[in-house]
């Protein structure tokens, strides 16, 4: 009975996988937790607090204690409260929170709004350069770290990769000729079965054209373009510190859904 535990540790690009191993059997998994650009750790706790999850946990603490930049997401349900609890326990403080919102698509039906409309170009037919340059541009002030701002390459080469990805849905906004701002637009199919997620991976208005209501037109119009794409379910999210994109989506889409809380040592 008295066996050192055996703690595996995968990592498979992104994906890092603690296994806890007695004889050669799998007791205990934390999964599928999952790097993405700059430094988001999302940890997924698969079985409950037994003592083989502790001690794959507390190895897990022990990594984490060297990337001192990495944060876990952890949804603030009542499901994970024990874990949360934990985390806390361990010393685990909440760096920042986000809020998510859902929308079924198949009964919103989009209205054009008063302005003028919005036209589109899309990164298939634009210069790819000029169009990084000025979404970047655009992400600016966005306050959570996971976005196009802190990592603009990365971010751009990772959901490229994505296999839905097609540069006809990511779109460079435009209103009277000027570039007021940008929907990247994203299908997901893997959720639910027969539906299809649609969510703008970045959605921002240039500097020079914020706080005049064009946000607000802009993810309205972006909702019906997931629709026109094919998506069935709308699915945002923003930090709870983003003010005016809070407000866009209390206009646009109602209450948010769950929260996600961002937790780092
Ligand atoms: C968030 C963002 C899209 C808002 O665009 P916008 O064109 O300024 O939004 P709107 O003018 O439609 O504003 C919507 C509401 O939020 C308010 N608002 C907008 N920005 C605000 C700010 N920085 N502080 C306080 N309130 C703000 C507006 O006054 C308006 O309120 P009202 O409906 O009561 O009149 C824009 O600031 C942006 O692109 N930010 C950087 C990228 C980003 O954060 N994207 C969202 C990631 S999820």
């Known amino acids: 009975m008295n066996q050192t535990p055996i703690i595996n540790k995968e990592i498979k690009g992104n994906q890092f996988l603690y296994t806890y191993l007695e004889k050669e059997t799998i007791i205990a998994k934390i999964g599928g937790v999952f790097i993405v650009p700059n430094e988001l750790i ?4 698969k079985s409950g607090p037994t003592p083989a999850t502790n001690a794959l946990r507390l190895a897990f603490v022990e990594d984490f204690r060297k ?3 990495c944060v876990i997401q ?6 994970r409260k024990a874990m949360l609890d934990w985390l806390y326990e361990v010393g685990f403080k909440i760096k920042y929170k986000k809020y998510l919102y859902f929308k079924d698509l198949k009964t919103f039906d989009y209205q054009p709004t008063a302005l003028p409309p919005f036209t589109f170009k899309s990164l298939a037919d634009a210069d790819p350069s000029y169009f990084k340059k000025c979404l970047f541009e655009a992400a600016e002030g966005d306050p959570t770290t996971d976005t196009a701002t802190s990592n603009p390459q990365k971010f751009f080469d990772e959901l490229a990769d994505y296999p839905t990805f097609d540069p006809n849905h990511w779109q460079m906004v435009y209103l009277n000729e000027n570039l007021i701002g940008f929907i990247t637009a994203k299908l997901i199919p893997e959720g639910e079965p027969n539906e299809v997620e649609g969510n703008i991976q970045l959605f921002a208005i240039m500097p020079a054209f914020r706080q005049k ?3 607000k037109h802009l993810h309205y119009r972006a909702m019906g373009y997931l629709k026109e794409i094919g998506a069935t379910i709308y699915f945002g ?3 709870e510190a983003n ?4 407000k866009i989506f209390k206009q646009n889409v ?4 769950r929260e996600q809380l961002f937790l780092g040592l």
């Open 42 to 45: 999302v940890l997924r706790q």
């Open 67 to 69: 990337m001192p930049a």
């Open 74 to 79: 952890v949804p603030n349900v009542p499901a």
């Open 213 to 215: 209501g064009l946000g």
């Open 237 to 239: 999210s923003t930090a």
């Open 243 to 246: 003010v005016g994109m809070v």
């Open 254 to 257: 109602g209450e948010m859904e």
